[in-house]
Each structure stands twice: as C-alpha cells, then as structure tokens.
C-alpha cells in the first residue's frame, strides 16, 4: 500500500499552466504505475494520463499536447505539466496506482490521493 498526496492546484487564467505533483509515501514508488484523474462538478471521474514504471506515457485526448506527465523516482513524486489551460480542464484532479485492468479505467486503480483543486476561468 502507498499513500498519494497530490498539490500544485489553484486558479488560474484561461491559457496559463499549472504543475501538479503527486507525492507518494514508501520505498516501492519506482515499483508502481501512476495515473492522473480529473472529476468536476456533477461528471464521473475521468482519465487524464497514466506512466508507468517504464516511463512509457498514455494521455487523454481532451489533453494531449497540452499536458505532461512525468516522474521522478528519486523523490517518489509524479508530476503533471498543464500547459494551454481552458475552463473545460476545471476540476479535481486525483492520482492513484494503477493495478489492473484499461490503464483509462478507474476501477483498476487504487490508493486514491485526497485532490487538488483545479480552477480555469475564461
């Protein structure tokens, strides 16, 4: 079991960029599959990106281009570069360890960090 504690959210213009992390607890991290959800008001939780252990990278369209996954073993921390934001990215943004299953699929993931607030306005 690893515990996930994401930061980095704010308010932010339409356009500008934030950078989330996503710091996790134990010395297994580099061990583990990381992905990045979002969930706003009212939506089911949706995928955003997913890196695993090999650094190989998946995105959701919505945010490819735009977005940067990344991570750093030596820190235990994930991080998600978020370039070129619109009002439609507003959400909480969630990180967990991805076990099984479609790596787009939150059901498959595990260990769920507590959020970060993530505010665009136009």
């Known amino acids: 079991q690893v515990q996930l504690v994401e930061s980095g959210g704010g308010l932010v213009q339409a356009g500008g960029s934030l950078r989330l992390s996503c710091a996790a607890s134990?010395?297994?991290?580099?061990?583990?599959?990381i992905g990045w959800f979002r969930q706003a008001p009212g939506k089911e939780r949706e995928f955003v990106s997913t890196?695993?252990?090999?650094?190989?990278?998946h995105y959701a369209d919505s945010v490819k281009g735009r977005f940067t996954i990344s991570r750093d073993n030596a820190k235990n921390t994930v991080y998600l570069q978020m370039n070129a934001l619109k009002p439609e990215d507003t959400a909480v943004y969630y990180c967990?360890?991805?076990?099984?299953?479609?790596?787009?699929?939150?059901?498959?993931?595990?260990?769920w960090g507590q959020g970060t607030q993530v505010t665009v306005s136009s």
């Open positions: 890196i695993l252990v090999d650094v190989r990278t």
């Open positions: 967990a360890v991805w076990l099984r299953g479609a790596y787009y699929s939150p059901d498959g993931y595990t260990d």
């Open positions: 134990g010395r297994a991290f580099r061990r583990y599959h």
